[in-house]
């Protein structure tokens, strides 16, 4: 992302409250971050956007995580009719069956010990570097994977605000 400003970041800065915040959702479902976010525009360059998004992740609470994880499909199972979960899980697309099952299965474990959804930002990663980081996040205790989990999710949201204001 550039420091400058652009027409994509001069289009976001300018939608309706309810446009925006309808924009927020599709890239984070936190309600508490949208607003965070609607609540400092306009930004005067998309590295402000991006900073502004750091902050907002760092200040959700447990709930407003669990909220964001709510929108996220679980890997290996993009949201049907979804562009962009199906192209941010790309990693599994090509995946062998024996791969999905055993996705299936660490997900399934996953929930059960944590109460949601494995998030990672998976864009550029392989099936087998998703299976690899599940299998090691799951071992974590649950205030380590918290954490990781605001850190993935920040990720997402960092790339999600960039394809949201670029030149279109």
Request: with cysteine; proline share 5%; net charge neutral.
């Amino acid at each position: 992302m550039t420091s400058s400003s652009t027409p994509g970041l001069a289009r976001f800065n300018t939608l309706a409250d309810n446009e925006a915040i309808a924009a927020l959702h599709e890239v984070c479902a936190s309600a508490a971050w949208g607003r965070a976010i609607l609540s400092r525009r306009p930004y005067a360059t998309a590295d402000a956007l991006l900073a502004a998004s750091d902050a907002a992740t760092a200040q959700l609470t447990a709930a407003d995580l669990a909220e964001a994880m709510a929108g996220h499909p679980p890997i290996g199972r993009p949201k049907p009719g979804d562009p962009t979960s199906s192209r941010e899980q790309r990693g599994m697309a090509g995946a062998s069956e024996e791969l999905k099952t055993e996705m299936l299965e660490l997900n399934l474990a996953y929930q059960e010990r944590f109460g949601h959804v494995f998030l990672i930002c998976a864009t550029g990663a392989t099936g087998e570097q998703m299976r690899d980081a599940l299998k090691t996040r799951t071992g974590n205790p649950p205030e380590r994977e918290r954490e990781i989990v605001r850190t993935e999710l920040g990720k997402i949201n960092r790339i999600r605000l960039t394809r949201l204001v670029q030149d279109s």
